[in-house]
C-alpha cells in the first residue's frame, strides 16, 4: 500500500518537471518570435527614414544652368542633395533637405533651366530666429521650365515661392506661413511673367506684413486651383494684376484683409471658390474686362461681397452672395456687364448701381437684405428682368436719378417700403410685365 502511494509520487513529480520544462521551451519560442518581430519591424521603420534620416542641412542651393556655368545640373547631380538625370522618366530630383537660412538671399534657387526635368519636395526651408529683418525667398526660379515644386514647407521668409520667366511649371501641396515677432512675409506665392503653370493644393497663411498670399504679376493661362489661403492681414488672399486669361477655381479664401483683386486683368475665369470673413472686400474688379465669375460663394465679408469699378463686360452668374455688410454686389462706373442667376441675401443692398450703364440684372433672387434689394444711383440704359425680389428691408428696386432704364417681368413683393421707388428726377423708365405685391 504504502509502495503504491510512494510510486505515484514519484509519478506526479516527473510529470510536474515535464509540463515545467515544455512551457519553457514554448513560452521562450514565443518570446524570442515576438523580439525577432520587434526588430524586424524597426528595421524596416529605420530603412523608411533612411531618407529623412541621412537628409542634408544647408544654408542655400543654387543652380545655374546656363551654358558654361560651374554650377548647373551637371555639376548638381554628383552633389549630396540632388540624384536623377533630369530626363521625364528621371528627373533631377532635390528631396528632403533642411534649409536654415543665414542671410542668404534665397534658399533654392533654379535659374536658366529649360530643357531638364525637376522636382523640389518634401524640404524645409526656413528662418529659425524670433525676428528677421533681411530679404530672403525660400524657393526662387528664373527663366526655367519643367519643374515641380511638391509638398515643401517654407516659414518665416520674405517670400515664400517666387516665380519669374516660369512656363509649365507645377507648384503642389506646399504649406507657407510666417510666426515671426517682426510679420515680416510679403508674398506667400509671387509669380511673374510666367505662363503655363499648376498652382493647387497649397496651404498660405499667417502673413501679418504688407502683402498678399498669391499674386500674379503680368501672368498667363495659368491654372489656380484648390488652394487654401487665409489670416493674410494686411494684403489679398489672392491677387492678379495685369494677368489674363487664368482659371481661379476651387480656392478657400478666408480671413484676410481682401479676398481676392483683379487690377487691370481680362479675360480670367473665377468659379466654386469660397470668399469669406474678409475684413474688406471678397471680391474686387478694378479695370478689369471680360472676366467670368462663376459659381462663386462669397459671404460674410466686412464691406462688399463684389465690388465692381471702372470694370466693363464681365459676367457674374450662379453665385451665392450673402451676409455680407454693406452691399452684396456693388457697381460703380461700369459697363456691359450681366449679373445673372445669383442668390443674393442678407446684404445691405443686393446689388448697388452707381453711374453704370448698359447692364443686365436678370434672373436674380434677390432677399432678405436689409436696405434695398436693387439700388440705383445715376445710372441709366440697364435692364432688370426677370428676378425675383423680396423681403428686403426698405424698397424692392430703389432709383435715384436713374432714367432710361427697363424693369419687367420680375416678381417684387413683400418689401419693408415699396415695391419700386423712383425719385422725381428718375423718368423715362420702362417698367412692365411685373407682379407687385404685398409691400
Not at 10 to 32: H, M, W
Not at 123 to 147: C, V
Not at 338 to 354: P, R
Request: aromatic share 8%.
Amino acid at each position: 500500500m504504502l509502495k503504491n502511494i510512494k510510486r505515484k509520487k514519484e509519478v506526479f513529480l516527473l510529470l510536474t518537471i515535464l509540463c515545467i520544462i515544455i512551457s519553457t521551451f514554448f513560452f521562450s519560442g514565443i518570446l524570442t518570435d515576438q523580439t525577432r518581430s520587434f526588430h524586424k519591424e524597426n528595421m524596416e521603420f529605420e530603412s523608411q527614414k533612411v531618407d529623412v534620416k541621412f537628409a542634408g542641412v544647408y544654408t542655400n542651393i543654387t543652380i545655374d544652368d546656363s551654358p558654361g556655368s560651374p554650377n548647373n545640373w551637371d555639376w548638381a547631380k554628383n552633389q549630396p542633395w540632388c540624384s536623377g538625370l533630369g530626363t521625364l522618366l528621371d528627373p533631377y530630383i532635390i528631396e528632403g533637405q533642411i534649409l536654415n537660412m543665414s542671410i542668404s538671399t534665397h534658399g533654392i534657387r533654379i535659374t536658366n533651366s529649360i530643357s531638364s526635368y525637376f522636382v523640389i519636395r518634401n524640404s524645409i526651408i526656413q528662418w529659425n530666429q524670433e525676428d528677421n529683418t533681411f530679404r530672403m525667398t525660400g524657393i526662387f526660379l528664373s527663366n526655367t521650365s519643367k519643374g515641380q515644386i511638391v509638398n515643401n514647407t517654407v516659414y518665416d521668409l520674405t517670400k515664400g515661392i517666387h516665380l519669374n520667366n516660369i512656363s509649365n511649371v507645377k507648384i503642389i501641396s506646399n504649406t507657407i506661413y510666417d510666426h515671426t515677432i517682426t510679420n515680416h512675409m510679403e508674398e506667400g506665392i509671387l509669380v511673374e511673367n510666367s505662363y503655363f503653370l499648376n498652382v493647387s493644393k497649397n496651404k498660405i497663411y499667417d502673413i501679418s506684413g504688407t502683402g498678399n498670399g498669391m499674386f500674379l504679376n503680368s501672368s498667363f493661362f495659368n491654372n489656380i486651383t484648390d488652394n487654401k489661403i487665409y489670416d493674410i492681414a494686411n494684403g489679398n488672399g489672392v491677387r492678379l494684376e495685369n494677368s489674363s486669361s487664368n482659371k481661379v477655381s476651387e480656392n478657400i479664401v478666408y480671413n484676410n484683409e481682401v479676398g481676392i483683386t483683379l487690377q487691370a486683368s481680362h479675360n480670367n475665369t473665377f468659379s466654386r471658390n469660397n470668399v469669406s470673413n474678409n475684413a474688406d472686400h471678397g471680391l474686387v474688379l478694378d479695370q478689369s474686362h471680360n472676366n467670368s465669375i462663376l459659381e462663386n460663394n462669397i459671404k460674410d465679408n466686412t464691406q462688399e461681397g463684389i465690388y465692381i469699378v471702372n470694370s466693363h463686360n464681365n459676367t457674374i452668374v450662379k453665385s451665392e452672395i450673402k451676409d455680407n455688410t454693406i452691399n452684396g454686389i456693388y457697381v460703380s462706373n461700369s459697363d456691359d456687364n450681366v449679373i445673372s442667376e445669383n442668390k443674393i441675401q442678407n446684404n445691405g443692398d443686393g446689388i448697388h448701381l452707381i453711374n453704370s450703364r448698359f447692364n443686365s440684372l436678370s434672373e436674380n433672387t434677390i432677399y432678405n437684405n436689409t436696405q434695398h434689394g436693387v439700388h440705383l444711383d445715376d445710372s441709366g440704359l440697364n435692364v432688370i428682368m426677370a428676378n425675383i425680389i423680396w423681403e428686403n428691408g426698405e424698397n424692392g428696386i430703389n432709383f435715384i436719378q436713374s432714367q432710361n432704364n427697363v424693369i419687367s417681368d420680375s416678381y417684387i413683393y413683400n418689401n419693408g417700403l415699396h415695391g419700386i421707388s423712383l425719385d422725381s428726377v428718375s423718368d423715362q423708365n420702362n417698367i412692365s410685365k411685373n407682379r407687385i405685391y404685398d409691400n
